[in-house]
């Protein structure tokens, strides 16, 4: 089955403590990217990968940081969270040089 | 004023009814147009995409463009309890893979 997958689905933590959620899809994508989405605000665009070479800012990069080197993952690392980081994350994956995206099932973040 | 504006509802209907979701957008460089489903704890489900003015028809589903007023449409058909979700506009320009541009989301239920 086509998909992207994360891990974990659902995360608590504590300001500070170093954390990764990984992201991985199996439709040989190479476009990736990772999004937080917050009431009232939508979705938006954290980092994106192109390809295994290219990895660029979205709009709301501050605070994290991404790995790309191999096609399939795209791991997301807060290295030190804070509580404004506390969201709902998705990765997604997109063909047509990302012009069609399609979304993992979340991250539910809670940093306290 | 926010690039993409989606009223965010919300929306209820009786099972059945004709459903029109709407976003209005103020960038005239956008040419791609989606619109994704979003179930309640799911990531985003890419259900329709459409390039440039015009209609696209997908079963009980239709997309709407229209560049000169800036206003994209989806239209469900015989609504379904089924169909009791999240709707995101999403957009972007030509050549402008990273920038997909979300609205912030109507969200509708389909009462039986």
């Known amino acids: 089955e086509a998909q992207v997958t994360q891990n974990p689905r659902y995360l608590i933590t504590v300001t500070g403590k170093k954390l990764t959620v990984t992201c991985s899809q199996n439709m040989n994508h190479e476009y990736m990217s990772w999004y937080r989405q917050d009431p009232g605000l939508g979705l938006r665009q954290i980092y994106y990968s192109m390809n295994v070479e290219v990895t660029d800012k979205g709009d709301v990069p501050e605070g994290y940081k991404v790995s790309r080197k191999e096609k399939r993952n795209f791991p997301l690392i807060l290295e030190s969270p804070s509580p404004n980081q506390t969201s709902l994350y998705f990765c997604a994956s997109g063909s047509e040089g990302g012009g069609l995206q399609y979304f993992g099932p979340g991250t539910r973040l809670t940093v306290t | 004023q926010k690039e993409v504006e989606q009223d965010p509802g919300p929306l209820s209907v009786p099972e059945g009814a004709i459903v029109s979701l709407n976003c209005t957008y103020s960038?005239?460089?956008?040419?791609?147009f989606m619109w994704y489903r979003q179930y309640s704890r799911k990531g985003p489900e890419l259900l329709m995409y459409?390039?440039?003015?015009g209609n696209k028809e997908d079963g009980r589903f239709t997309a709407q463009v229209d560049k000169s007023s800036k206003y994209i449409s989806l239209f469900i058909r015989d609504s379904q309890p089924s169909d009791s979700a999240t709707y995101l506009c999403a957009m972007r320009s030509s050549g402008s893979a990273r920038q997909l541009t979300f609205g912030s989301g109507t969200q509708l239920t389909v009462l039986p």
């Open positions: 459409t390039y440039s003015s």
């Open positions: 960038n005239s460089a956008f040419q791609y």
